[in-house]
């Protein structure tokens, strides 16, 4: 059965950072990855990270932001740093299997609070 558990979120002011973490177990994990939700809005890739650690970021957040992985540990890392109160929102993380087609595994959300 696989389990994914995010942990990191919290209340921080503009121009702050956060290291947010997800630990996945049970499987094989391919690609890893962390989106967030904000009201009104649909869910969006923030960053993605693959197993031979090729990366994508979504726009907003490039050059800011830095996704990582420690395959022996199964866990992806997503350091946000100058935090903008945009990037308000719950964070979740999903990671795929060899097996998972492209749903992937959802975890249950930690929420990031950025004040201005």
């Known amino acids: 059965q696989v389990q994914v558990v995010e942990s990191g979120g919290g209340l921080v002011q503009a121009g702050g950072s956060l290291r947010l973490s997800c630990v996945a177990s049970?499987?094989?994990?391919?690609?890893m990855g962390w989106y967030r939700q904000t009201p009104g809005k649909q869910r969006e890739l923030v960053a993605s990270?693959?197993?031979?650690?090729?990366?994508n970021y979504v726009d907003s957040v490039k050059g800011r932001f830095t996704i990582s992985r420690d395959g022996a540990k199964n866990t992806v890392y997503l350091q946000m740093n100058f935090l903008k109160p945009e990037d308000t929102g719950v964070y979740y993380c999903n990671v795929g299997t060899p097996w998972s087609g492209s749903s992937g595994y959802w975890g249950q959300g930690t929420q990031v609070t950025v004040s201005e």
């Open positions: 990270i693959s197993t031979g650690s090729i990366t």
């Open positions: 049970g499987s094989v994990f391919n690609v």
